[in-house]
């Protein structure tokens, strides 16, 4: 039997933008950095929505806020099944912004010009459905 887990995405929101963060992925191709929206698995016993608030706190170093639900989505890799909760989310202050060592920075950026960043065409797919 293959293994469960739970993952959570913050979608954050302002002024009509969006914030990508770009993580470092692998050293050992040519560009090893990717855009994704704040992202984390979710501990054993931890509340999805506990664990965004964690995610937007430990990934940006600023608390935030959930607004609602934008979608789920589950994939298989392997033997493993991931099931997510993409958030709409709120932060009070970009000027707060304080990234961890496997990023390289952030952008705000309109929903029209996601397929410039984000390369996982499933993604953009749920964002479309979603309505973004």
């Known amino acids: 039997m293959g293994n469960i887990y739970l993952r959570v995405k913050g979608i954050i929101e302002k002024d009509g933008k969006y914030l990508l963060i770009k993580r470092w992925v692998d050293d050992r191709i040519p560009d090893p950095f990717i855009w994704e929206f704040v992202d984390m698995e979710v501990n054993f016993g931890e ?32 033997d493993s099944q991931c099931i997510g909760i993409a958030y709409i989310c709120s932060i009070e202050d970009e000027g707060n912004i304080v990234l961890g060592e496997e990023y390289d920075g952030w952008e705000w950026v309109e929903k029209e010009k ?10 953009l797919k749920d964002l479309e459905g979603a309505g973004l």
Do not use: C, H, Q, V
């Open 47 to 78: 509340a999805p929505d506990e664990a965004m608030l964690r995610a937007m706190e430990e990934i940006l170093s600023t608390e935030g806020k959930i607004e609602r639900i934008a979608y789920t989505w589950s994939s298989m890799i392997g």
């Open 114 to 123: 996601f397929p410039d960043y984000i390369e996982n065409r499933y993604i």
